[in-house]
């Protein structure tokens, strides 16, 4: 019995102990970087002078600009005017780079700061954007002035395709917000929108040609093309390609409402509510539909210039056709043995228009199918598995399936799951077939006053794990780098980590706010799975609850996951010991606070089972801590209900989930096994 | 001696201090109001229907939509599909009103609520605009619901004109943060954006006849037509009003960066960086400059429907036409005898202008003069007896001088500054020409990220002021509605307590910033002209210090305030005196925090003057608090040193002003007294 418990603990520690502390907060860590001595730093004040030499076009104009702003917000004074040859900032870029940025585009560049000047070297204007972004990365100060220490990078990104989905479909999101994302993306050196256009719930593109499908399918919430336009170029202007997903068959309820006579069904089709499954698909056996989708395609191509398009693709339910007579008629008159032999037709008509209209197309797992053109990317949602089985199959592959943000996982998560892990069986030429990641941000439970909660700071996880080398994945630094990061999110404005209490404030405008915030330390949002299976919503639901407020992988969690590990692992850590009942103190005492606040509004008053757990969890844990720091034996029977009693906490209390059950139970297998 | 103390303290004391609370937190307060008993209050929930009786338009449907979607998100649950009959929510609308919302719109409306219904009827839809505000205002809870009190509301407001300027010309601010600011005095019933459009810093508007004006006079920063009538547009949903200010002849350095020639001195002109004090005014003694005005206002008129329109006229520098010789020859060919002649015929060729384009012309206080014809609005600017005379000389007229948020002046003295003060020894008929104020936030120092700290709460006493009877002046009561205020503009997105964590995330991405908070909860930016005079600095200056995260009317200075009001009225308070010493020993003990953080950055350490300042006035606060409560009598000398000390404080400790000083002075006041 003890040989096993001990096991277990070994295993419940099996993630990296080591910490290597990184010499700065630079996010993503690059390839190549080598710091000096650092005695005589690059000072940067109202001296400072930034020289573009050899090449220069508006788009490095601009970043240029957006970096000397940032760079004085920083430091609090402008620069001088700029400089001749002797100036403190030299960007060197060699061209422009791709007229539409492409999935090989250099993003590499060199930076060498000594104490007289800053040396970025770029073979392209994408490339410096990136350099950019590391030399604002690399400012810090002391009481009497700000620097950059002396040092040498050589950077380039491990995977070319480092991207991020937004859901616009089911949440609209404005285009202020997708700026902001987008600024976000810049600073973590992510290549890819991946911007999810149409939905079941909603389209959100202005069509010119099909005016009734943004008219009657938005609810209002669409982008104007010129909108389309400036988020493209914006995107653009930051080494960011944009490519847009209008997903079909499935997923596309919201396409009907405006043009029923593309469906599975007849009309009236409503903008459906509820998530999980359409109220009506494509109609595969109508060349009208082919020429509608052609046409669309058409008039999109104009506004995107990616060479990618995302046909969508997934959870296509067969009742749709199946359910419709002439469709099955025309199935069985064509020889397709079932519907995912309609969808693989369906997929080779999409692959010819999009290559009359110069596109490569994109789809996700379900796409894959014998007769699919090799040239197809697949992206992989359901499993690293899928990605394997496409680049065996030929297809480039992009992972998602262990980067959904929307799942309210931890960072560590996202952090060490490889694309290309260290034992993969691939060859080389099916390895150079995987083209890199995709986060997901869907967004049944995203609003656009959540969105940046649940993407930041965990987004920079993903982001490093996409560029940096493969060896690069000690969690405890990251966690220290993904706090910088969250401040300088905040910092350019995104709401980061004031999203708690601005969220607080529509429940409860005045008042102390104090001891929810404190609740939400350590409370999170449930899984995905665990909020779409425990309260009924649909898109009408407002995201203005408690649970909205929470978020993701709280702070406490891993404050309380490194503190736990050090007191498990011995020796007797007494500072740990303290910190966690201190904490737990504070835990256990904090519930009868928000119970009196909540009966100011029964919406926080709904926050009290995951209190009440919290302070149980907590009491708990400090018991715990008493028997480890007398050294005595807790009695078989508190152990045993107690156990039972976490057990119950591990799972949503009302619609928040407390964070820290597991470490708790790690405490009490660490004492059952020094007693057995 | 001790007579002319007591006199002082009685003096201090001037300042209401009767606390008539109110029965909820509305802001403004309704000119009638009577509560029920509230026995049985109207319950919000998922059952809850709205329905539009009588007349309705596209404009109402919006608010209405936007009045559900913010209850909705109020309450955390969706309202039912609108209701017939008995719905529980009637909104019941006479007519449209003014095709272009005019001085004289109707914004009454009655609002009457009982247990199973509220009844809002309005005789315009500007009236139910309002309504809705105050409605949503109204919505409360207790642990099980979310309910409306039994009320009864017959409301409208006691001035026309109840404004706010926005200069956009020293700092831009994007329509984003116009329209947050738009949706914030919605929510205060205020009716005017005065847009200040051009200045010597920035022209901020595109012009297709003369696009010289944004593209060489703005940075690129500007907005172009489309976004103007948006702007315009979203405003009128909220029933405000629009009226542009092209200040003209003086500040208007920027028009003449593109258009050289109507100016009064030769190209090349630049964009001004500095603040005060114009490059270049426009040359009165040409035709084509009257020909160019025309043209322009012919194009902004299309944009802006207001019936006004501001031309500025303030602060004209007679040196630049006298330095002229061609314009001198001209002026005495003319018979002006001066400047101001000039200014005159100035502004009667621009009266004839606007007259033809249907436009009644605005000018600040300078643009008085006996051939100014009375239709002419003056706005002043330099205080109430400028306003008089106005009114006397037959112009309407508008307050600001008193309402100078940019003035970082506490909400006190906006509140108690009325338009028409009770001894007015105007006329009925000039009372009935003063239509009523705006505030002002010019943007020397202000930037999109500051201004709504700047803005808000304080804008709210304002609004009160013009909107609510005369009587309502409880100084208490409105410090506490405007928490709550602060409180729902948070929650709507603005930045208005989340401002200060924000931009010290900007100095200090990561570690603890409590110790700075600390500090500025009592420490405030200094007065508009002391700093201005203190630091050179101009446009080009970032706004990112410490003095830049720092809020005006500081939480806890009102707080000092009114706990030093009760230990210095007596009787002996004894938890005000200790509520005043924890709040002392805290920022005493702050003051070693807060050099520790400055050993990081030279933005951080210019803060420490101001710590120090704060620490050393807590600590002789603290002394103070120590001789009241022992009733001994303090050494002279020491009182004499720590009045002369505190005096030292009472100004600006490098950017940063201690908020407190005179209230401790206060307490040393009545030692003083109390002992001699």
């Known amino acids: 019995m003890r040989h096993m418990i001990l096991l277990l603990v070994s295993l419940l520690l099996a993630a990296p102990l080591t910490i290597v502390a990184q010499p700065n907060s630079l996010l993503p860590v690059p390839r190549n970087m080598r710091m000096g ?40 004074v402008p620069f001088a005017v700029p400089g001749g040859p002797t100036a403190t900032i030299v960007i060197e870029v060699t061209a422009a780079g791709q007229r539409v940025q492409g999935i090989d585009e250099n993003e590499s560049y060199s930076l060498h700061v000594n104490n007289e000047r800053a040396f970025l070297k770029a073979p392209t204007v994408v ?24 040092v040498a990078i050589e950077d380039e990104p491990r995977f070319h395709w480092r991207g991020l989905l937004v859901d616009v479909g089911r949440h609209f999101m404005p285009v202020e917000q997708i700026k902001n994302t987008l600024d976000g993306m810049a600073l973590v050196k992510l290549n890819v929108l991946h911007w999810h256009l149409s939905e079941d719930q909603g389209f959100r593109v202005e069509s010119k040609r099909f005016p009734k499908l943004h008219q009657l399918g938005s609810d209002g919430s669409y982008y104007t093309q010129s909108e389309l336009r400036d988020v ?8 960011i390609r ?33 998530w999980g499954g359409a109220d009506a698909i494509f109609d595969p056996s109508r060349e009208e539909t082919y020429t509608f989708i052609d046409q669309f395609i058409g008039e999109m191509v104009a506004i995107f ?38 969808q693989a037709h369906f997929n080779r008509r999409l692959t010819t228009i999009l290559r009359k209209h110069g596109r490569v197309m994109i789809g996700w797992d379900e796409v894959l199918h014998p007769q699919l053109p090799t040239q197809t990317v697949v992206q992989s949602w359901r499993g690293v598995n899928y990605l394997s089985e496409a680049v065996r199959k030929g297809h480039p592959g992009i992972l998602s399936a ?24 691939l060859t080389a030429e099916q390895q150079a077939l995987v083209l890199g ?56 404005g995104l709401r980061v980590q004031s999203h708690t209490a601005r969220m607080l404030r529509q429940l409860m405008p005045t008042g102390d706010i104090a001891p929810l915030e404190t609740l939400l330390t350590v409370a999170q949002p449930p899984f995905f799975g665990q909020r779409l299976n425990g309260v009924s919503t649909n898109q009408l639901q407002p995201l203005t609850r408690i649970v909205d407020a929470a978020r993701p992988d709280p702070s406490a969690r891993w404050l309380v996951e490194r503190l736990v590990r050090r007191v498990v692992q011995g020796p007797v850590d007494v500072a740990a010991r303290d910190s966690l009942a201190t904490l737990f103190a504070r835990w256990r005492d904090n519930a009868p606070r928000v119970r009196a606040l909540g009966t100011g509004t029964p919406l926080i008053a709904q926050s009290t089972p995951a209190s009440d757990a919290l302070a149980r969890t907590s009491e708990i844990g400090l018991q715990a801590i008493g028997y480890l720091s ?47």
């Not at 410096?128 to 220490?149: C, K, S």
């Not at 493209?232 to 080494?239: I, P, S």
């Not at 959904?404 to 069986?425: S, V």
Request: hydrophobic letters at 40%; proline letters at 7%; aromatic letters at 10%.
């Open 37 to 76: 001595e650092g005695a005589t730093p690059l000072t940067l004040d109202s001296g400072t002078t930034v020289r573009v030499t050899r090449f220069r076009d508006a788009r490095l104009d601009r970043a240029v600009a957006r970096f000397v702003d940032r760079a004085e917000a920083r430091i609090g």
């Open 127 to 150: 490339g410096a954007i990136r350099g950019l972004e590391t030399l604002l990365q690399l400012i810090t100060g002391d009481e009497q002035r700000f620097y950059v220490p002396e």
């Open 232 to 239: 493209v170029a914006y995107a653009r202007d930051r080494g």
């Open 242 to 274: 944009v490519v847009p997903e209008f997903d079909m068959p499935g997923h596309s309820t919201a396409w009907f409402v405006g043009y029923p006579q593309y469906a599975s069904r007849p009309a009236p089709i409503a903008i459906r509510r509820e």
């Open 305 to 342: 210039p990616d060479q990618y398009w995302h046909i969508g693709g997934d959870e296509v339910e067969a009742k749709h056709w199946n359910g419709n007579a002439r469709i099955t008629r025309w199935r069985r008159a064509r020889g397709f043995a079932n519907t995912a032999a309609v």
């Open 402 to 425: 262990p980067y959904y943000l929307d799942h309210i996982k931890p960072a560590t998560d996202f952090y060490l799951a490889d694309p290309l892990p260290a034992g993969t069986t």
């Open 437 to 492: 990641g995709e986060a997901c941000m869907w967004s049944e439970f995203v609003s656009e006053e959540t969105t940046d909660s649940r993407l930041w700071p965990r987004l920079g996880a993903v982001a490093e794990r996409l560029w940096s080398p493969q060896h690069v994945t000690d969690v405890p630094d990251m966690y220290r780098r993904l706090d910088v990061l969250a401040g300088r999110l905040e910092g350019m």
């Open 630 to 676: 007398r050294g005595e034996r807790p009695p078989s029977e508190w152990l045993q209900m107690s156990m039972i009693e976490l057990k119950g906490y591990e799972g949503p209390q009302g619609l928040l989930r407390v964070s820290i059950v597991s470490e708790i139970v790690k405490l009490l297998v660490i004492l059952g096994g020094v007693v057995s």
